[in-house]
């Protein structure tokens, strides 16, 4: 039986690939931070909460870091785990590079010292290529502009992997992913935030949704699709790099005319307020991935569209609250 370490096991990228990984006969250990509130609600949600072996240690601390490793000797290591909101990366800028970047190192000294011979997967972003594509479309070439804390922390961490890969032999690759969603997304991004209110705003149950950027694009995929793409890579012969994405980009604007023509609102005008409390101090403007190499070596292709996605999110959010 093969056993995985995920970090970030709680989040909604580590619930949908321990669910993965246990339909494949994986032993799943899921490393778990010490806070006061703990959620395990995303594993709930997707019925595998009894299934996973909760390992104590923090993505800050080196010590446990270690001592998990030594006590697991995992066969394969899925590093999801970080601040990843991008707008909190302002205000923390430090706490989202102590667990974003040096988190990651500390994670892969841990490997390449106690047990070389575990693959390594990295969650980078494609919040690393910042406005750089002068055509909005990027892929594995594209160059890096990373526009926030939180891209910078993630492209030391990307950088990161890639070096103990060349330096040390390690079997470490990195994963750009772009945007991906599902219902146990966290609520405060877009996508969820704007799926809730809706199917709150539906239920009579609030009459606003307050936003900031509405002229945002983003490649907008679905998690359960990505997660399979992380296992894929870790697969390979080879370890290498992937862009991961859908190839098609949409605003929030189109974000939310699907998500209100779907519970029959078709002037959703009167329900959005602008809040500039929303508004960030560098923006991303657009999001566009190519994942041609992800379909040509990976075998790999996003199932769930845009359109499918939302519907999904506001049904399970309408579900969610009627309950
Ligand atoms: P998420 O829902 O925000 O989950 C983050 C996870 O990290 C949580 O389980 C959290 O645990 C854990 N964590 C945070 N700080 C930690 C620490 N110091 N030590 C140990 N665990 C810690 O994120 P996600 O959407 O699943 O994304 C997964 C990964 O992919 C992240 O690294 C994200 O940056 C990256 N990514 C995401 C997307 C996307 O669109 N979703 C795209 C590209 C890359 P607690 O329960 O303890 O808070
Ligand atoms: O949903 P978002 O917060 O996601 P963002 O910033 O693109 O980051 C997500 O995707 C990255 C991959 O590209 C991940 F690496 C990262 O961890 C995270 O999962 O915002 C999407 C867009 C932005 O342009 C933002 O300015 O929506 C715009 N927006 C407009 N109004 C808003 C709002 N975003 C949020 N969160 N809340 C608003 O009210």
């Not at 032993?27 to 995303?42: E, Q, T």
Request: with cysteine; aromatic share 10%; proline share 3%.
């Amino acid at each position: 039986m093969k056993k995985a370490l995920i970090t970030g096991i709680t989040g909604q990228d580590g619930a949908y690939l321990a669910k993965l990984l246990l339909g494949k006969d994986y032993k799943v250990y899921g490393l778990i931070r010490r806070i006061v509130n703990r959620d395990f609600s995303n594993l709930e949600y997707l019925g595998i909460d009894k299934d996973i072996e909760l390992v104590d240690g923090d993505l800050t601390d080196e010590a446990s870091l270690i001592n998990v490793i030594k006590t697991v000797k995992p066969d394969e290591v899925y590093n999801l785990a970080a601040q990843s909101f991008v707008g909190t990366s302002w205000d923390q800028p430090l706490v989202t590079s102590e667990i974003n970047a040096l988190g990651t190192l500390k994670l892969l000294n841990a490997i390449k010292t106690h047990w070389p011979t575990a693959k390594f997967y990295q969650a980078a972003t494609s919040e690393m290529f910042g406005n750089s594509a002068t055509d909005g479309i990027q892929n594995e070439n594209t160059p890096f502009h990373p526009r926030s804390p939180y891209a910078i922390s993630k492209l030391f961490a990307h950088w990161m992997t890639v070096n103990y890969k060349e330096s040390f032999g390690m079997f470490a690759v990195s994963g750009i992913l772009f945007n991906h969603e599902s219902p146990i997304r966290g609520k405060e991004f877009v996508t969820r935030k704007i799926t809730d209110g809706v199917a709150k705003i539906k239920l009579g149950l609030a009459d606003e949704i307050k936003l900031g950027n509405l002229d945002a694009k983003r490649d907008w995929g679905f998690a359960g699709d990505y997660v399979e793409a992380m296992w894929l890579m870790l697969q390979q012969e080879e370890a290498d790099n992937y862009v991961i994405c859908t190839g098609k980009t949409h605003s929030i604007r189109e974000l939310l005319d699907v998500a209100f023509q779907h519970v029959g609102i078709k002037d959703w005008d009167k329900y959005v307020s602008i809040d500039p409390r929303f508004k960030r101090p560098a923006e991303l403007h657009i999001l566009t991935g190519k994942n041609d190499k992800a379909k040509e070596k990976l075998n790999w292709q996003p199932k769930v569209d845009f359109e499918e996605l939302v519907k999904m999110m506001v049904d399970a959010d309408l579900k969610r609250l009627k309950k």
